[in-house]
C-alpha cells in the first residue's frame, strides 16, 4: 500500500460520476454488510438495498426501486435498534449487545447511503459509514482506541485503493481496451 494516498471526503466524489460513485458506494456498504447480517441474518432488507442500489447504477432499476430499497434498509434498522434496546432493558449482559451495536448501525448506514439519490453523496457517507463500522468493530470491547484508528486506517486505505482500482478499470473500458479481473 505504500504510495497510496488516502481518500480526501468530498473531493473526488464529484468527479466520479454517477455510476461509478454508486458502484464504489455499493462496494463500500457490502464490505460490512456482515456487521448488520450477524445479528439479523433473516433480515434482508439492507442487502437488497445494496443489490437495487447496484441495478440502478447499472440502468436496470427506477428511482421509485431505489426509494422503495433505501426506505426498507432505514426500517430494518429501526427494528434492529428497537431489538439491540429491548434486549438491553431487558437485563442481557451478552457483551457483543453492548459493543457491536454501533458497528452493524454503522453497516446498515452505509447501505441506506448507497441509495442516496445524488451518488455524489452515496459514495462520500457509504465509504465514511463502511470505514467507521470496520473501526468500530475492531474496538471490541470499547476501549481500545488505538485499535480503533488502526482499523479506520486500514479501511480508508482499502477503499482508495479500490476506488483507483475502479477508476482505472472504467477509463480502460472507456478507451475500449480489455482489462483484468474487471470490478
Known sequence: MKGVMMLDEGVIYKALGDKLGRLFACW??????????????????????????????????SKHALGVARCGAMVAGNIAVAWKEDKLLGGSSEWWLKTSDAAWDAARYAAVSCTDERSEDAARNASFAAAWAKALDADIDGNNSSGRHCALDRAKKEQTKKLVDMMYAYSVLAQGQVCDGGI
Not at 432488507?45 to 437495487?52: F, G, P, Q, S, Y
Open 28 to 61: 463500500c456498504a457490502d464490505s460490512v454488510l456482515v456487521n448488520f447480517e450477524k445479528y439479523h441474518p433473516k433480515d434482508a432488507r439492507v442487502r437488497t438495498a445494496i443489490t437495487v442500489a447496484l441495478l440502478y447504477a447499472e440502468g436496470k432499476a
